[in-house]
Each structure stands twice: as C-alpha cells, then as structure tokens.
C-alpha cells in the first residue's frame, strides 16, 4: 500500500487513502501519519471493537460509547 502511494509515478497528488479492515494496522496509521497521508480505513464490525486510552474517559466524550478501558502501563510489563 505505501510503495502504492510513494512511488506511483503520476502527476495526482494523493492526500487521503482508504484501505478495508485486513489493511489497517497500529504501524499504517503510524507511518500514514508521518508522511502526511490521511488514513481512513473501513474498518468491519466497528462497533464491536474496543480503545483503550491512556488518561480519563472525560477527555474525549466523543469517543464514550468506543473506549473499553484505560490502559495501564505497569499491567503491560
């Protein structure tokens, strides 16, 4: 998918890519990030997934009905 969007020899300049639910991965979303892509992968069952966030639930209200827990780092040792 990258060497797709670095290397696809055209005059398009690309700012945003769509990928299904097999081609999204922590490291995608890293690497989109960092060169400057927009990343919006179709994500199935959506609904059904869960984050897990680093501080408190009031920090992002818009995402209340998708955060399943707050991540602890001394359980993750």
């Known amino acids: 998918m990258l060497d797709g969007l670095l290397y696809h020899e055209s ?12 081609g ?3 490291h995608v979303f890293a690497l989109m990030h960092l060169l ?9 069952d959506l609904a059904d997934r869960r984050l897990y966030i ?3 639930r009031k920090e992002y209200p818009a995402l209340s009905g998708l955060i399943g827990g707050v991540r602890w780092e001394d359980l993750l040792e």
């Open 54 to 56: 680093p501080d408190s």
């Open 24 to 26: 999204f991965t922590d």
């Open 11 to 22: 005059d398009l300049r690309i700012e945003e890519h769509y990928t299904d639910t097999a």
């Open 36 to 44: 400057g892509y927009r990343f919006a992968p179709r994500i199935r």
